[in-house]
């Protein structure tokens, strides 16, 4: 594959080639502020901040003094800031177990869809504890934000998955970009973004549904859409408060978030099914993917002694470091059964139904392994940037969703036909064996993968060029107003058109009543002179 | 501006560039069918036919007999298949003159609204039974079949504004691409593309409001919506009748639409109010716009004559070639008291009121006149490509619309702060003058003009590469079923939800009633058992 930016051409020249640009249109040296999310949001705000050195722009992020993943030492420099914090990285782990507890105690049936939502209202609560304390470590901390007023930053980038990023966009007069991957039922994109989404074949995230929704789905789909709707409006209802004290007027969350000039979704139509958005959208899923690169030595010896089988690579991400020891043996004896090599990134203690074929790692260059060409399948929690690095390649997956997006990434793998689902909970060594043969052997899986592959390379600019790109825009023109929707003007009654529909109701009745006045009146008279014709 | 195709590496290797191939995905000598339409719609065309053929595709049109505009002998050179019609010229030119009577005499008073719609009725009318003869010239032709048969097309490319070219790529077993600038309010884009235009924000096309609406025009933009669905609907059901014979079973003009693999839509949001869309939707407004190239010496020396005070250019389109006596007089006294010089493109009678100032010209290089740094306005009926070219080179409008999408077109301009509109019927010297004076004089509408110039520019891809792209992409598919939205397999009660709603409110009906029941039939109990107890 060969890619834009390994060609040797100068930087500027080849910005110019493919931008279309003159020399002057183009942003030298901007300055750019991040707002970031932790854990693997982290990832990929990274990447794009890479790029942007690479650049040659400056890059300042803020970052709580309690961080999992935010390291203050990235390669290339990043200027940094540290927002001090009262909680401890055991407050984010609970709430971290708050969460897979969440999941994995109510999936998959439908009937816990009330404990379900019930308990993501619980974990929303105790994140607004964590992320008021980040906000309040910027707005409230005067020097801090002098510093940052003097900054002169020229444009935030923000992950809303932390909220108060564009509150401080705000405060320091800059515009401002989301990237961000979903919010449940899309409620933050639709209601303050204002994409529509036809619930008839617009499946909610996290519902597991597909864009082929039968009757019963549907209604389940609606289901969802309400109650993540409502448990959302609830949710905003202490940020409304706070964001109304900060800027010293009645105002929302929502529409503040709406005022972000550019929203960039990290995924794209090989992975999501087709949708509607609007102009200041751009699906730039993958943008982290990158060919592989050689192995360490050793692992490539590993894997070249697999044969014609090939390797099976497995990885449960990064935010689950280990399992049950009898989960742990129950996947070591189906993996033993299987005939190709596995790489298996697990840091628990080493299952004792280990088969001589399986190779335990602490970590695994996840990209290189899956671009080898020996990788048959990819054993995955279904995390979007795994599943992503799996699109690229064109590999199959086995999905072991566990918690968050991960059990509908699955869904959208099955529904694409590149990946078998096994449920985590209720799995038998005999359901991941058959899981891992089907992918394997049934050319089906992998002819799928290899589709969307394609479809993945075939886009007239990168992912990540294009990410780059929007945000130098909004550096160049100050914003993106002619891509804003008018739609943000509107009340909601407005924009649903309540008001002129029930005006045109008033005006047919009335219409229709009038009409009815006439002809009782007319008969009346009729009527009358009727009956007197007939008495004389 | 450099142009990446300007650049003088081989073109294969500056595609694997632009569009991140390798070099197998790359389509080499694809073979594309035309299905053109008529008038200014063939000039979109054939810039995308060139660019195809110096891409190295070979390229056949389909042309009817009788054509205005499509010329057998292009550069480069396009293979034509004539289609025999019993039409002539006069039948066309009277259509043209009834659509532009439709307008002149209906515009712009909302009371003649009605009056309008009837009249719209007649000439789509008009237009069936020249357009039925186009299609009846081609699939009831067996030799002409044979041959494109024969042909072994990988993708036609059709126009809308002329029907049959969806039902011609479904007889020959190829995927079918739409390029089109809009259909009145949407309907075929909305009914048969299925993109969602909420009515509160995305104003009918052909209605002439904008984004911004008050409560009256919201009321008069859901009025446009339906009333021009309703005559579509009427027009659709004798194609509805032909395209169920075509094909052998009962099926619908929409439906059939409805299977493009990609709309290219020749507007952007330089020109175009921010709406929603779907991912196969290409918005390619300006792919005919390029570069001026130096003028004709004498034409060149009329201009520097000018000196400070620069030039006007003037034409109203390719469709219009003379005015009244009294309206060209009207117009030019106007023009002769401009300090500018003027160039119009003009083939009536020499006006008696001609200034020194203007000089007439059977044609004119348009873009290379709006590309000239001393143009200071441009005098328009309003037609899109006009108006891109415009857009390009930022250049300040006055609008003197006259038929079809003109008047929306301009209202456009206006609500961007780039044009003055004047009205072709009732204007006076007086009205141009003035309309002249402001767009040249007034600073704003010279900065809105070049800052949707600097929108225009600034795309990751520019728009002609884009169209081709998506050419290019659906041939090395063999379609872009991935972009497909699955609201194309739901009826229209299922699209809108109708059918779970009706469900879920017999459900909460049912539920209501059931509580009632309960509380009746315990209340009866208890009343009898109170009443029991107060006897004995």
Not at 25 to 51: A, C, F, Q, R, Y
Request: hydrophobic share 40%; proline share 6%; charged share 20%.
């Amino acid at each position: 594959m060969v890619s834009i930016m390994d060609f040797t051409m100068p930087k500027k020249f080849v910005q110019m080639l493919v931008f279309n640009l003159t020399l002057t249109e183009i942003v030298l040296g901007g300055n750019v502020l991040i707002w970031p999310t932790d854990g693997s949001h982290w990832l990929n705000i990274k990447i794009i901040i890479e790029e942007l050195i690479q650049r040659n722009h400056s890059v300042t992020a803020l970052a709580s003094s309690t961080t999992l993943f935010i390291n203050s030492n990235p390669d290339p420099p990043v200027n940094f800031e540290v927002i001090p914090v009262s909680y401890n990285k055991s407050n984010i782990d609970s709430l971290i177990e708050h969460m897979i507890m969440l999941w994995t105690d109510h999936r998959p049936t439908p009937l816990t869809i009330w404990a379900f939502y019930k308990e993501l209202g619980k974990f929303l609560d105790a994140l607004f504890q964590i992320n008021i304390q980040i906000c309040d470590g910027v707005l409230n901390n005067p020097k801090l934000m002098a510093r940052l007023q003097k900054g002169g930053f020229d444009v935030l980038i923000a992950d809303p998955a932390t909220v108060c990023g564009d509150l401080i966009a705000l405060k320091l007069g800059i515009p401002f970009i989301y990237t961000l991957k979903f919010s449940p039922a899309s409620t933050v994109e639709r209601h303050c973004g204002k994409i529509p989404a036809p619930v008839s074949y617009v499946p909610a995230a996290l519902s597991e549904l597909t864009d082929q929704m039968t009757f019963g789905e549907r209604i389940k789909n609606i289901i969802s859409y309400c109650l993540q709707d409502y448990i959302f409006q609830s949710y905003w209802g202490e940020w409304n408060s706070y964001y109304s004290k900060i800027l010293g007027k009645p105002t929302t969350l929502c529409e503040t978030m709406g005022k972000a000039e550019i929203w960039l979704i990290r995924t794209f139509w090989d992975f999501e099914f087709p949708r509607p958005y609007l102009p200041n959208f751009e699906f730039v899923g993958g943008l982290h993917c990158k060919p592989a690169k050689p192995l360490p030595k050793e692992m490539e010896e590993f894997i070249q002694s697999s044969g014609k089988d090939g390797v099976v690579v497995f990885s449960l991400g990064s935010m689950v470091k280990n399992l049950t020891e009898e989960k742990a043996n129950l996947i070591a004896s189906a993996l033993a059964q299987i005939p190709q090599k596995v790489l298996w990134r697990y840091k628990g203690k080493k299952p004792a139904t280990l088969g001589n074929n399986t190779q335990l790692y602490d970590w695994i260059p996840q990209n290189d392994l899956l671009g080898h060409p020996k990788t048959k399948a990819f054993i995955t929690h279904g995390g979007t940037n795994g599943i992503y690095e799996a699109i690229y390649h064109g590999v199959p997956m086995v999905g072991v969703p566990m918690f968050a997006d991960q059990p509908d990434n699955i869904a959208h793998m099955k529904a694409k036909g590149a990946a078998v689902e096994v449920n985590i909970n209720t799995m038998t060594s005999v359901d991941l064996l058959s899981a891992l043969r089907t992918v394997i052997n049934e050319p089906s899986y992998k002819e799928n993968a290899m589709r969307l592959s394609r479809i993945h390379h075939d886009q007239p600019v990168k992912p990540l060029d294009r990410a780059v790109f929007w945000i130098e825009f909004v550096m160049r023109h100050k914003g993106a107003k002619h891509l804003r929707p008018a739609a943000h003007n509107l009340t909601w009654f407005q924009y649903h058109s309540l008001d002129v529909i029930g005006f045109l109701l008033v005006c047919v009745t009335m219409a229709i009543f009038l009409v009815i006045q006439c002809c009782f009146i007319f008969f009346q008279k009729f009527g009358k002179i009727g009956k007197k014709e007939k008495r004389e």
